[in-house]
């Protein structure tokens, strides 16, 4: 296990006032991510984690009043936020692409099986334009064209 800190510990490891350390974690939580900068024991006491000892020395070296350190949290605060959404956007997208060609498949296969008045439209306005195209060998294997009823009478 990691080694933990108390606020009296962290203060004097990155020499910050006590008072400072718990006024950043009263106004910026968002900063500070449990389990990952600070801990929180079962009575409610805060211990800080090394990774939360780097973003308080990281604070008190850009911070020299507290205009300063509201501007260091607000910026911490961006660049947490940001390396959190493109990490969260890139997961996503990639999952996206995994999942699309099942799911475009899966469609198809509701479309071809349990059409929908839509589905329906779309499929014949597809398979006219593929048939007017010469291109009825592209067409699913299974697909058997069905002739509306002025058509049924064309083909005969």
């Given amino acids: 296990?990691?080694?933990l800190y108390t606020i009296p510990e962290a203060a004097e490891l990155v020499g910050i006032k006590e008072t400072t350390i718990r006024s950043w974690l009263r106004r910026h939580p968002e900063v500070f991510q449990?389990?990952?900068?600070?801990?929180?024991?079962?009575?409610?006491?805060?211990?800080?984690?090394e990774a939360g000892l780097e973003i308080l020395r990281s604070r008190?070296?850009?911070?020299?009043?507290?205009?300063?350190?509201?501007?260091d949290a607000e910026n911490d605060t961006a660049n947490l936020l940001e390396s959190l959404l493109d990490e969260d956007a890139q997961k996503l997208a990639r999952e996206y692409w995994r999942q699309l060609p099942g799911r475009v498949l899966h469609r198809i296969k509701l479309m071809r099986d349990n059409p929908t008045p839509e589905d329906r439209e779309i499929v014949a306005k597809s398979v006219r334009a593929a048939l007017n195209a010469g291109t009825e060998h592209l067409l699913l294997p299974t697909y058997q064209?069905?002739?509306?009823?002025g058509q049924a009478d064309e083909a005969n």
């Avoid at 064209?145 to 009823?149: A, G, H, K, S, V």
């Fill in 1 to 3: 296990m990691q080694n």
């Fill in 34 to 49: 449990v389990d990952v900068h600070v801990a929180i024991e079962g009575n409610g006491r805060k211990l800080f984690t």
């Fill in 60 to 71: 008190a070296s850009n911070s020299a009043t507290d205009d300063d350190a509201e501007t």
């Fill in 145 to 149: 064209p069905m002739l509306l009823e």
